[in-house]
């Protein structure tokens, strides 16, 4: 069955009345219903906008979700328009302007920011069946791509390798938070017990968040999105999922659009996502996107000569590397590379066969089976994908 609308009811399951007293893990669920305490969406009920829901909208229009990557380079934004058209493809949809000024893209006296239509996947929130997402980059008023637009010059990259077929694969890592940026779940006071039973765990004295994490699944699936799959994390309330692989920029595509579908169902539960890469100090793991890359070479009979060729290509831009792999050139990443907590050092290029403390992993059964593809482990969990596949062809097949 298609999945429409995220019917997250949870204000009725944290704010029970008294007489209910569940008990969760020790603790009287009245004790419980502190979480989310103060995340006003907790407290609309979201049954009332199923009646408008319900209501009967003309067969030849449709709603469609503009999205676009703000001047952060990490943040999404979106405003929606209606069409007189079902679109069959993004050649379809019209260009469209915003005000810049309000996304740290452009001055307010020529603030009028152009988005362009790239990628079209179907809509999980909207009611009508033929309404779309649409992925959006960003033009100046000068028709030269903003500077948070990383995806023009990826896709100028994949023009140009001819047939070398690049696949890429993400590794989505996030984090969970209630409103007050705690990670949700964790004691109001102190901290859970230390990391060990939580990775791939189950128990609700493990895992927090699963109805969450499985409606965002189905919702990709119902998306377009070549979604992967998703397992829990290290650290409590960190979650990780997969994109791809994918050929040229629809890993990147997928991983923008997924991104928002997250935060949408987060907004309905009334959770915070955070992508930060270290949102923990201590003896907590950090977030990552593992880039997974390959092409027709490596995949092919013998491909671990040409994977060890791309390594040693990587080994000598390094620092180019790093200031590719988060919209901070690097400094959110000096707080998780810190060669411990299954990281790299920031500092220094490494590589190896089923290490997961290099920057650059090799995994077992492709070194086994003599072919593949190889991980690199350095991309924050914040990062634009379009800047982390794009410094990989770069260097890998454009040898830049």
């Given amino acids: 069955m298609a999945f429409r609308v995220a019917g997250l009811f949870l204000k009725k399951e944290l704010v029970a009345p008294a007489k209910q007293q569940l008990r969760l893990l020790g603790t009287s669920y009245t004790a419980r219903s502190q979480f989310l305490a103060n995340s006003p969406n907790t407290a609309l009920d979201k049954s009332i906008l199923q009646r408008y829901r319900n209501l009967e909208t003309p067969a030849n229009r449709v709603q469609a979700t503009y999205l676009w990557i703000d001047g952060t380079g990490e943040n999404i934004r979106l405003k929606d328009r209606v069409l007189d058209k079902v679109p069959s493809s993004v050649e379809d949809l019209p260009d469209w302007q915003y005000d810049g000024s309000s996304t740290y893209?452009?001055?307010?006296?020529?603030?009028?920011?152009t988005l362009k239509p790239r990628a079209l996947y179907r809509d999980p929130f909207k009611p009508g069946k033929n309404d779309v997402i649409v992925l959006c980059d960003t033009y100046s008023a000068d028709g030269k791509p903003t500077a948070s637009n990383k995806r023009a010059a990826f896709q100028a990259g994949v023009e140009k390798i001819g047939e070398q077929e690049p696949w890429f694969g993400i590794e989505q890592e996030y984090t969970l938070l209630d409103v007050d940026g705690r990670p949700f779940g964790w004691p109001e006071n102190g901290f859970p017990a230390p990391q060990g039973?939580?990775?791939?765990?189950?128990?609700?004295?493990r895992v927090y968040a699963r109805d969450l994490v499985e409606a965002h699944a189905v919702a990709c699936l119902y998306a377009g999105i070549h979604f992967a799959g998703t397992?829990?994390?290290?650290?409590?309330?960190?979650?990780?999922?997969?994109?791809?692989?994918?050929?040229?920029?629809?890993?990147?595509?997928?991983?923008?659009?997924?991104?928002?579908?997250?935060?949408?169902?987060?907004?309905?539960?009334?959770v915070v996502v955070t992508f930060d890469p270290k949102p923990m100090e201590g003896q907590w793991n950090g977030a990552g996107a593992h880039t997974n890359f390959s092409t027709k070479a490596m995949r092919a009979e013998g491909g671990i000569k040409a994977i060890e060729e791309a390594i040693e290509k990587l080994s000598k831009h390094h620092e180019r590397h790093i200031k590719a792999y988060d919209p901070k050139e690097g400094k959110d990443n000096e707080r998780r590379l810190v060669g411990r907590l299954e990281t790299s050092s920031i500092d220094k290029f490494s590589w190896g066969v089923a290490n997961r403390a290099v920057s650059v992993r090799v995994p077992r059964g492709v070194a086994t089976a003599g072919k593949g593809y190889f991980e690199d482990r350095r991309p924050s969990s914040n990062c634009d994908p379009y800047a982390v596949c794009g410094a990989i062809v770069r260097t890998c097949l454009l040898n830049e």
């Fill in 231 to 270: 397992n829990a994390e290290v650290m409590p309330a960190q979650w990780e999922y997969q994109v791809g692989p994918s050929e040229g920029l629809k890993a990147s595509d997928d991983l923008w659009v997924s991104r928002y579908i997250l935060q949408r169902i987060a907004e309905e539960y009334g």
């Fill in 105 to 113: 893209q452009a001055h307010g006296e020529n603030s009028d920011t």
């Fill in 197 to 205: 039973p939580y990775y791939c765990g189950v128990g609700a004295d």
